[in-house]
T-cell receptor, first 115, second 114 residues
Framework: DVKVTQSSRYLVKRTGEKVFLECVQDMDHENMFWYRQDPGLGLRLIYF???????EKGDIPEGYSVSREKKERFSLILESASTNQTSMYLCASSSIKDTSLETQYFGPGTRLLVL | KQEVTQIPAALSVPEGENLVLNCSFTDSAIYNLQWFRQDPGKGLTSLLLIQSSQREQTSGRLNASLDKSSGRSTLYIAASQPGDSATYLCAPGGSGGSNYKLTFGKGTLLTVNP
């Protein structure tokens, strides 16, 4: 079974702090994604990566950066956390080797509260 | 820009009923479409993936259909059970030239009453 894990389920940070959210997948997937989910707005793509050190902006990249130094790990960085970044953050991964495996597999989510 | 609408936003049914969840999308140039389930406070679980060349996919009591030209997909749940209670999300993928980018609807909150 594919497993996507996220480093924290719950996180409380202060405004202005630098925040790192980590995601690890164990299925050798090429693609990895970071989303945020907010009531009434649904899931929105922040960044995705299609290979090590490769990244593309999603729909709402402002205030975020990402890092992918190893294939299995994709990090989301909030350079200076703000209260409007309080949200549920979801990581996902998918394969491009076989079209039947393009399903995105999601981690359990990190609920971030910025005070 | 792809926009996804799911109707109804919420649905409450008695156990055993068959039901249909609807999804419409504005850009029909999609690569595939996925249906997900999300339990409260949890991540998403993939239910079904339909490639753009397919008309439907089935998994157990679930059947998803895709009419790409009209921008519609439906998720049919047979003989619903209380354990089916969750939010169901539709996500067409691949519009805008990126074959792995999903755009999510806001979901249908399903409650199945015993």
């Amino acid at each position: 079974d594919v497993k996507v894990t996220q480093s924290s389920r719950y996180l409380v940070k202060r405004t202005g702090e630098k925040v790192f959210l980590e995601c690890v997948q164990d299925m050798d997937h090429e693609n990895m994604f970071w989303y945020r989910q907010d009531p009434g707005l649904g899931l929105r793509l922040i960044y995705f990566s299609y290979d090590v050190k490769m990244k593309e902006k999603g729909d709402i990249p402002e205030g975020y950066s990402v890092s992918r130094e190893k294939k299995e790990r994709f990090s989301l960085i909030l350079e200076s956390a703000s209260t409007n970044q309080t949200s549920m953050y979801l990581c996902a991964s998918s394969s491009i080797k076989d079209t039947s495996l393009e399903t995105q597999y999601f981690g359990p989510g990190t609920r971030l509260l910025v005070l | 820009k792809q926009e996804v609408t799911q109707i109804p936003a919420a649905l409450s049914v008695p156990e055993g009923e068959n039901l249909v969840l609807n999804c419409s999308f504005t850009d029909s140039a999609i690569y595939n479409l996925q249906w997900f389930r999300q339990d409260p406070g949890k991540g998403l679980t993939s239910l079904l993936l339909i490639q753009s060349s397919q008309r439907e996919q089935t998994s157990g009591r679930l059947n998803a259909s895709l009419d790409k030209s009209s921008g519609r997909s439906t998720l049919y749940i047979a003989a619903s059970q209380p354990g089916d209670s969750a939010t169901y999300l539709c996500a067409p993928g691949g519009s805008g030239g990126s074959n792995y980018k999903l755009t999510f609807g806001k979901g249908t909150l399903l409650t199945v009453n015993p």
